[in-house]
């Protein structure tokens, strides 16, 4: 038996902070933008490129795959070394993460004022940067189970398994969601239509916010707030239970957003879009 | 219509998977260690320099962050 | 049993600095409730780790006598096969009694750091066990456990291992959670108007909610068939056979709708699962709470866990004690014990055998004579002894033995009695349902008596009693009382008599002066004299008069030419004055080789001391006897007032026993003395043992725990008794026992109430069958009503007294529960 010393990859973190508040700032630059036009449609000054219908998807994109996503990338890094003991599994796929989701960000930066789009929230990105999501995601994925494999702490922290959930559930929403047939480069047709289409798309939305704007920051906030507060978690057995009932039952309920009151009218139809 | 088939398939895939993982950690216990995880984020982010003594995760000592933090462990068979 | 008026407890109403439960009237130190808890706390602040009192978040514990220096044989042959192996890291896994809570962890762990060489420590609290890596050489292991004992744990040699039970229940409680919520999600379409004309999607979530049903129904009802069905043949039925046969019954209904092609909102299956969730939940609790409070000690392996050191040849080793052989030599460090009978062989040792005879004050052994099997070593110097015989004729070998587990008995009479009745009475109501409606046709009829047996399964019952029982367990914990088998309540509900040892259960292993205003009346030249001869002798007489000098201020002086004589005492010539520090005979001048100085001590001065001669003169006696535990009297009157009868049972002297009796509140006809194991067995059963509460500490008393009704141990840091008890005791005093009687009769009038207005809503449901008005529908919303009631009013009737601090006329104060912590 030997020792080993260990050290923390806090490269790729302070470079997922720093792409997170400059994309915060354009994104919510954007956002005012949109906001103002809101009010006062003129702003958009006559440029297509600023219309109110191509801005606001960017910036939605912006605010959670931009803003927030680098934030949680930056989060996960961090902490999970640390809640395992180990550094990141690879360096060269954190790199690749990184360079790649800023790569996908700018793509997206560019094909949405030109107006290319799928025209499903929180998907709009049209089919080749949704497969270097997927590409990105999975490199991202490698490099997280590699270092859980890797541990040096055999117990998982709750967080742990926040992002293990988080990492698991958005990949499968995002491949089923955006599976399209390519017409062009730019241009591809959903394989589902209407209300299915509706269905399929507002399942992923609403999983997307459980499972990428609500899970990972769960995990990050079960690391960052005892160690802000100097305290433990209060019931560290709660939080475990609140993990398992969430996993185990939230992928079902997104089938539920479909169920609001604008929707085709009668006790029968209601009834299956309420699961 | 027959598109809520196949969201039922995939939702209970993860329900299944996330039922593969409950096993995983009821059977190795990660509840028995609640007391000590607990006390993880508490843990000093940033090593010592040489020969200095490490200050007490409740000391109060916000951590510095640092290009490379480090930890000496020893690597045993888990 | 008609409830008895409340235990009043005569407390200060403070709450213990360290630990937060009442401080007791008498005996208390000061602003805490025992010396262990004062002795901690000063540690604590001395050391820099006050943070463990905020990571403990107010759930810390008493802490009891103050830890002593124990014995570490059994470290010894690890450690060398520790660092045995090349490399320059060594590891080692220990038990760990004590841990219960992360600041535990954090102390070990702080604790850890701050010694040099240590590489890796990893507690695990759950099971109480630690894993420590060092640099071979560097690392003091021995240091780092005695650091760590001072605060109130104790470490022993790996035996805990993690338990199937709870792992079993806490997956299968996992599973049906998960399945219940999904088919939750389907139920909710069905209610919303899914219908059969909806085609394939109806069939697609009918088909999966039976499917998942089923699954919750086979693994999550599995623990209380199998309970039911072991009830079944041991003849001794609980609530679970009623439990399982309404499930059994509500799930048939359900599959029987589905059948007939009436499924979707006709099918019970939300509300099954629901139930069968829930209770599981109930038992997960009961089986998790039960777990931590066993794996809090360490593990007893009866004979083969008591190490003792031989001398073979020119090395020492640590051998279990079964391989004593008859003239092996033993070697017996302070503080540890001689499991055989054997001849001292050094000229002189101190040794005390209360833990096998009841005998209180320590003994002088000279060269030659017998130490006896099950006797600690109390002096400051080991001894050697020569084994008499061998371990299997020691008489500690019949008490070491496991003893059969206590089978199910009278005390679980109500709840079988009411099983019985329940499961006759529903299957009577169901028939007499059916030849109501007869005439309405058989399906009709058949619809009935289904609906019948569905709304009487006592669902509600077995959510709301074992949360009850949670409820008033886990509060238990909290003032100090912890229950190592489930059925502890039960049996402590038809507890009418209480029967103490002596000594260690109602007094304290340490001695003090009985009369303390001897010392403070002494001139200083005398105390000054009488200390530099006290101090100088690791008798325990010796070492506590010097304590109670020390207070008054006695000084040191190196220069002294104190004498010690083995066996009778110190002396100091100073000038022309002899002084002489000791036993009496010998220090007032009398030669005689000591014979039968027992009972002469015991004459001369009772409960045993010394005294201070100068030339022969008597100039100050110090007599000196057993340190009650703090607030016994008012304890043990509380429970008189309760209407229990109080009993002592010691195999110590009658005039001690009768003395200790008289100053405690026992009457003199229910004390017996010079008991041996096999007759205070006897005397439990000339009670009648099925209605008595047996509390010891000693191996003497291991024979009477396995008659008693309920056994418990206010001494957890002594082997053997507290893995045989029932329950233990945390702290120094008996409080906690007599919260958990009154609690338990509690308990069973909030049991009885709770099963009343279950009766009183079956009444309404079934009545409602007879008349033809309760739909499935409706049934499936009266029974989660009806449950979520009976819960909330099991909640309210157990509700905390909370009481104000107590106002400085009014001496009684009710015995207030400590401060709540958190619960998981």
Known sequence: MQTQRITYDDTVVRRFIIASVLFGLVGMAVGVLAATQLAWWQANFGVRFLTFSRIRPLHTNAVIFAFVGNMMFAGIYYSMQRLLKTRMASDVLSGIHFWGWQLIIVAAAVSLPLGLTTSKEYAELEWPIDIAIALIWVVFAINFFWTIAKRNEKHLYVAIWFYISTVITVAVLHIVNSLALPLSFTKSYSIYAGVQDALVQWWYGHNAVAFFLTTPILGIMYYFLPKAAERPVYSYRLSVVHFWAWCSSTSGPGRTICSTPPCPIGRSRWAWCSP | ?78 | ?824
């Not at chain 3, 006050?50 to 690890?78: C, D, I, K, N």
């Not at chain 3, 030599?329 to 005879?357: K, M, R, Y």
């Not at chain 3, 088998?485 to 008599?497: C, F, N």
């Not at chain 3, 340190?627 to 009658?654: E, F, M, N, W």
């Open chain 2, 1 to 78: 219509m027959s598109v809520v088939p196949l969201q039922v398939f995939v939702s209970l895939l993860l329900v299944a998977s996330s039922l593969v993982l409950f096993l995983f950690t009821v059977r190795q216990r990660d509840l028995d260690h609640a007391d000590r995880l607990s006390l993880a984020p508490l843990e000093d982010d940033v090593a010592p320099k040489p020969g200095a003594a490490e200050p007490s995760p409740c000391s109060g000592s916000q951590p510095r962050p640092q290009s490379g933090s480090e930890d000496h462990l020893p690597r045993s068979p888990q």
């Open chain 3, 1 to 824: 049993m008609s409830l008895p008026a409340t235990a009043f407890v005569d407390a200060t109403g403070e709450p213990c600095a360290h630990c937060g439960t009442a401080i007791p009237g008498e005996g208390g130190r000061g602003r805490y409730c025992c010396s262990g808890c004062q002795a901690v706390a000063a540690l604590l602040q001395d050391e820099g780790l006050t943070g463990y009192y905020r990571l403990a978040q107010g759930r810390t514990r008493a802490v009891g006598e103050r830890p002593q220096a124990s014995s570490h044989a059994w470290l010894e042959p690890l450690l060398e096969a520790a660092v045995q192996g090349d490399g320059t890291v060594c590891s080692l896994e220990v038990d760990a009694q004590g841990i219960h809570c992360a600041a535990c962890v954090w102390l070990m762990n702080e604790l850890f750091r701050r010694q040099a060489g240590g590489l890796g420590i990893t507690v695990n609290p759950g099971l109480g066990k630690v894993r420590l890596t060092w640099r071979k050489g560097v690392f003091d292991l021995q240091a780092w456990l005695n650091a760590v004992e001072r605060f109130g744990y104790k470490f022993g040699p790996q035996r805990k291992h993690a338990s199937s039970a709870l792992g079993s229940i806490t997956w299968r409680l996992g599973v049906s959670a998960a399945l219940t919520m999904n088919v939750m999600l389907f139920s909710l379409s069905f209610y919303f108007g899914l219908s059969r004309a909806d085609g394939p999607v109806y069939l697609l979530f009918s088909r999966l909610s039976l499917v998942f049903s089923t699954a919750v129904v086979v693994i999550g009802g599995w623990p209380f068939f199998k309970a039911a069905w072991a009830g079944l043949r041991s003849r001794l039925l609980h609530l679970d056979l009623p439990i399982a046969l309404g499930i059994l019954v509500v799930y048939g209904t359900s599959l029987g709708q589905v059948a007939l092609g009436r499924g979707g909102d006709l099918t019970y299956f939300d509300t099954l699962n629901t139930f069968v969730t829930l209770m599981l939940l109930g038992r997960f609790l009961q089986q998790a709470y039960l777990e931590s409070s066993r794996r809090l000690l360490l593990e007893d392996d009866g004979a083969e866990g008591i190490l003792v050191r031989r001398i073979d040849g020119n090395r020492v080793q640590v051998v279990p004690a079964p391989q004593i052989r008859r003239s092996n030599i033993l070697l017996v460090a302070p503080g540890e014990l001689c499991p055989v009978d054997a001849l001292l062989s050094t000229p002189q040792a101190v040794i005390s055998a209360d833990w096998i005879t009841g005998e209180a004050a320590p003994r002088n052994v000279n060269v030659g004579e017998s130490v006896p099997a099950g006797s600690f070593n109390a002096g400051r110097t080991a001894f050697s002894a020569v084994a008499a015989h061998d371990f299997a004729a020691s008489p500690l070998a019949s008490l070491l033995r496991a003893g059969a587990p206590k089978g199910a008995g009278e005390h679980l009479r109500f709840w079988d009695s009411l099983a019985r009745r329940w499961v006759v009475g529903v299957l009577v109501m169901a028939s007499v349902a059916f030849c109501l409606h007869i005439a309405h046709g058989l399906g009709a009829a058949l619809d009935v008596a289904v609906a019948v047996l569905v709304v009487t399964c006592p669902c509600g019952i077995g959510l709301a009693l074992p949360l009850a029982y949670e409820l008033v367990l886990a509060r238990l914990r909290r003032a100090g009382f912890f229950a190592r088998q489930s059925d502890v309540l039960d049996r402590l509900v038809r507890v009418q008599k209480v029967v103490f040892d002596k000594t260690g259960t109602l007094t304290l292993s340490r001695l003090e002066l009985t009369n303390s205003r001897v010392v403070a009346t002494l001139t200083p030249a005398l105390r000054d004299i009488a200390y530099n001869l006290a101090c100088r002798s690791g008798h325990p007489v010796s070492l506590c008069v010097a304590e109670a000098l020390a207070t008054q201020g006695a000084s040191y002086d190196a220069q002294a030419a104190v004498q010690e004589h083995p066996g009778h005492g110190l002396s100091w010539q100073q000038g022309d004055n002899a002084w002489r520090f000791g036993e009496r005979r010998w220090a007032s001048g009398d030669n005689e080789a000591p014979s039968l100085i027992d009972a002469q001590v015991e004459v001369a001065s009772p409960e045993g001391g010394a005294v201070l001669t100068c030339n022969g003169r008597l100039m100050a006696d110090f007599p000196v006897g057993e340190v009650l535990r703090p607030g016994v009297s008012k304890h043990l009157a509380g429970l008189v007032r309760a209407g229990h009868q109080l009993h002592l049972i010691s195999g110590d002297t009658p005039a001690r026993a009768a003395r200790l009796a008289s100053r405690v509140g026992i009457p003199q006809e229910n004390v017996r003395a010079r008991r041996r194991p096999e007759d205070k067995a006897q005397d439990v059963l000339a009670l009648d043992a099925s209605t008595v509460l047996y509390l010891g500490d000693g191996v003497n008393d291991a024979l009477a725990f396995e008659r008693a009704l309920c056994a418990g141990t206010v001494a957890i840091d002594r082997p053997v008794l507290p893995g045989k008890s029932d329950f233990f005791l945390v702290g120094e005093n008996l409080a906690p026992l007599v919260t958990a009687l009154a609690a338990s009769r509690r308990l069973r009038a909030v049991a009885r109430r709770v099963l009343t207005l279950s009766l009183a809503y079956n009444a309404v449901a079934i009545t409602s069958c007879l008349w033809g008005v309760m739909s499935p529908l409706r049934a499936a919303l009266f029974m989660p009503l009806s449950s979520l009631s009976l819960l909330l009013f099991t909640v309210a009737s157990l509700r905390e007294r909370r009481e104000r601090a107590p106002r400085p006329s009014s001496p009684h104060v009710s015995a207030s529960w400590p401060l709540p912590g958190g619960t998981l």
